[in-house]
């Protein structure tokens, strides 16, 4: 099956956690841009980025939106990665009361979503406590 066309262009940064890295001031942009909003440049470099970091803020959802209801309550937060890269993701596998800023995360690619009745399954990225 071949997907939808923002499904195939988000795969780099959703299954090989990929950013770009401007060539011109090597400022990281997670997700890729066009266009580096430091220098202007359009030239970029593909750059993995690292798999652990620290939660810098996260909030805990009460009410989710549909598709979610049965995870919640649940965290998403801001992640500050090891290589200086921050980040949105839902912060898994945690009771809400036990984060706390600072805490030590770990990337672990898992599904997201499952589309309807064909039941087609989104994959990406989300943090557990390290």
């Known amino acids: 099956m071949i997907g939808s066309p923002r499904s195939w262009r988000e795969k780099p ?29 359009k030239t970029f470099e593909t ?3 690292a798999q652990t970091g620290v939660v ?10 549909s598709g979610f209801t049965d995870e919640a309550p649940y965290a ?12 949105t ?7 809400p009361e036990e984060l706390k800023l600072g805490d030590k995360v770990r990337l672990e690619f898992r599904k997201v979503t499952e589309d309807g009745a064909s039941g087609i399954l989104h994959y990406g990225y989300k943090f557990v406590l390290a």
Do not use: H, M, N
């Open 89 to 95: 993701a839902q912060i898994a596998d945690c009771k």
């Open 47 to 49: 750059q993995v980025l």
């Open 13 to 41: 940064q959703r299954y090989r956690y990929e950013a770009g890295k401007c060539s011109g001031c090597s400022k990281i942009f997670f997700p890729p841009r066009l266009v580096c909003d430091a220098c202007g440049s």
């Open 76 to 87: 998403v937060g801001i992640i500050k990665l090891d290589d200086g890269v921050k980040v």
């Open 56 to 65: 810098e803020t996260f909030t805990i959802i009460e009410v989710a939106p």
